[in-house]
């Protein structure tokens, strides 16, 4: 269907698209373009004097151990972000696939975790795994664990890739849920008379015509992992203890904010900026001939 | 290749009786045909005999076996679904491969079986290709292929020519029945075309409101329908069907419309007056010059050709809908006087539906189906 518009002057349509710009041009491309020139700059201590350092800034990153192990961090952390979310959504996504009672209610309370505001999920964290106040966190001592995020550096790394998958596994969910009504009835079926177990089933059909699904939301669970959980993990550590929860995002702030490195700040900014650029593309392009074909 | 018995079988979704026992025995190689109209339970019969469905009640034993409880994949059945249901991520070569893969064939072996059915079917240029570069018939071939390569015990057919367009469909009909007669498989098969159903099965079963209506050849289907309802469904256009009155001791009727007709085959049972309808098929129906005595006055209201016969629609004296068919193109007045011969006759009972046959040839030798049953491959 052509739903093009066809207009008589300028005015108009420019009319109608400028307030979008405008908002466009204020909130991403002044500051992203700040951001890009104070990477190149070094500012004196007293912000009096600003001057070209070309690639310094970046240099000097890639030289400091801290930032190279913020990069591994984050690395490990999206990837186990995204591989729980997504493993547990599709599980549950496969169990409520099926015609079970009270499917509509379990639908449900799976998508809720979706509507809840990064930092109360944290506090609902907080609530549940607090060596001392929470009630499964205080009562894991008992069974010999000694649990206390706030000290050990794993446990609270391991807390923070727990509670930033839980919001996400409901976007995931309904997802696969989705993608899980789609395919054809009778295509399972056809599978079952050609002699194909559940576990075939799934690993040869249902899987495989799953993929424009799973890497769909890979991409989206990567830049999720990396970008949206700032919230969470602030809530919750603070990037803490010690250096053990910085992600990317989290160092930009610190750095930034706190310790007002902002020239480092910035050059962190633009990386993170290239990472997204990349991973959009790549979603871009795919997305594209799926639409296509 | 095998037998296959159905005893009983029924199924119900919570209160909803879907089948209501079906009995079926099909012969060692036979084609069986199940028609009806939809919502009549043929799609569920079948599902049944797949496996995909437990029943509620009844067996099905294939080759001497009872496979009633077992999985689909444990009763070597092949079905071809109405909507092909290939695996869209599959080449044509995979696809049909795939059961023959679970089944541990070896690499030659699956090569050399598949190779063989995409050469029967037409689609050995076919076989790197996705489902969805092919066209319908295509699709259809490859899904027949991906049947034909396990080698089963039973083919199952769900509607598969009902998504192609009318050409085709009588295309692959013909080709269906070549097909199974050289493979010599046991087929079962579904669909609510009755003109498929004459076509391709030995024996049709005709399926109405979850109970098989008549099990019989096609021939016999069409020439002596067990009650007005198969008479009804079979046979294009539809059988006509006149309400009419027992009369001279069981050897005539006196139909609503006025006439009075001697049975040429025999008498009914039952005493004078037992209510009654009599099916006619409009191609049994004979023009008579104007004027004639006997006859049956038509008013016609809509004249349908369809170039090799013309069909004339139109009411009786009594208000009865009545249709003619006539061969040709032929030019018609709004009234005219039609007849036929006694011997073209069926007679229902009207309470029932069931068909009357004359007392003195009952029960009727049922010489068409067991030819069908044991000779006709």
């Known amino acids: ?293 | 290749m095998a037998t296959l018995e159905l005893a009983g079988l029924a199924k119900s979704f919570g209160a909803l009786a879907v089948l209501h026992g079906v009995d079926l025995a099909l012969a060692d190689g036979e084609m069986v045909v199940i028609v009806g109209a939809s919502g009549c339970g043929k799609s569920t019969l079948l599902r049944l005999v797949a496996g995909l469905e437990e029943p509620s009640a009844g067996s099905v034993v294939l080759d001497g076996r009872d496979v009633t409880r077992l999985d689909p994949a444990a009763r070597d059945i092949a079905m071809v679904f109405q909507n092909y249901a290939l695996y869209p991520h599959m080449s044509v070569f995979e696809n049909m491969a795939y059961g023959l893969r679970i089944r541990r064939l070896g690499r030659a072996d699956i090569r050399r079986r598949v190779d063989q059915a995409a050469r029967m079917l037409g689609i050995e240029g076919l076989l790197d290709r996705k489902p969805r570069q092919l066209s319908g018939g295509q699709r259809q071939r490859v899904a027949m292929g991906r049947a034909i390569v396990r080698e089963p015990k039973l083919f199952l057919f769900d509607e598969p020519l009902s998504n192609l367009d009318a050409r085709l469909r009588v295309q692959m009909r013909a080709e269906i029945r070549r097909l199974q007669r050289r493979l010599g498989v046991t087929s079962l098969y579904v669909t609510h075309d009755q003109v498929e159903a004459m076509t391709l099965g030995d024996r049709l079963v005709v399926m109405h409101e979850g109970r098989p209506a008549q099990v019989a050849s096609p021939l016999e289907v069409f020439s002596r329908p067990a009650n007005t309802y198969v008479a009804g469904f079979i046979g294009a256009p539809a059988m006509n069907f006149l309400p009419a009155r027992l009369a001279d001791a069981g050897r005539a009727a006196v139909l609503k419309a006025g006439p009075v007709i001697a049975f040429a085959d025999g008498p009914r049972a039952g005493r004078d007056g037992r209510a009654l309808i009599i099916g006619i098929r409009p191609e049994d129906v004979t023009v008579l010059p104007e004027g004639a005595a006997q006859g049956l006055r038509l008013a016609v209201d809509l004249v349908e050709p369809l170039g090799s016969e013309t069909l004339l629609h139109g009411r009786l004296p009594g208000g009865a809908a009545f249709t003619v068919q006539r061969a040709g193109m032929v030019r018609v007045g709004e009234e005219m006087t039609v007849g036929f011969s006694p011997a073209s006759l069926h007679v229902f009972e009207a309470e029932t539906g069931r068909r009357l046959e004359p007392v003195s040839l009952a029960p009727p030798a049922r010489v068409e189906s067991s030819a069908a049953m044991h000779g006709s491959r």
């Open chain 1, 1 to 293: 269907m052509d739903r093009r518009t066809i207009f008589g002057g300028r005015l108009l349509p420019i009319a109608f698209v400028l307030p979008q710009l405008l908002v466009t041009f204020l909130f991403f491309l002044l500051p992203a373009g700040k951001a890009i020139y104070g990477s190149f700059t070094q500012t004196d201590a007293f912000g009096l004097h600003t001057r070209f350092i070309g690639f310094a800034n970046f240099v000097s990153l890639l030289d400091d151990a801290g930032y190279r192990a913020a990069f591994g961090r984050t690395a490990i952390f999206c990837a186990l972000v995204t591989l729980l979310a997504m493993a547990s959504a599709l599980l549950f996504a496969i169990f409520a696939d099926h015609e079970i009672r009270g499917r509509a209610i379990y639908r449900t309370l799976l998508i809720w975790p979706y509507a809840v505001a990064p930092a109360v999920s944290a506090v609902l964290w907080v609530f549940v795994m607090h060596p001392e106040v929470g009630i499964v966190g205080r009562e894991l001592g008992r069974f010999g664990i000694h649990w206390d995020y706030t000290v050990n550096g794993t446990q609270a790394l391991g807390l923070v890739i727990v509670a930033s998958a839980w919001t996400q596994v409901s976007y995931n969910f309904v997802f696969y849920l989705a993608g899980l009504q789609s395919i054809p009835s009778s295509v399972i079926e056809a599978a079952r008379m050609d002699g194909a177990g559940g576990f075939r089933r799934f690993r040869t059909i249902v899987f495989p015509l799953l993929m424009p699904t799973t890497f769909f939301l890979l991409i989206v669970n990567l830049v999720y992992a990396a970008f949206d959980t700032f919230g969470t993990i602030m809530a919750l550590t603070r990037g803490g203890p010690g250096q053990a929860t910085v992600t990317l995002v989290v160092k930009v702030y610190r750095d930034g904010v706190v310790n007002l490195d902002l020239a480092g700040s910035s050059a962190q900014s633009v990386i993170l900026m290239l990472i997204v650029i990349g991973l959009t593309a790549v979603q871009f392009r795919f997305l594209g001939r799926r639409t296509i074909s």
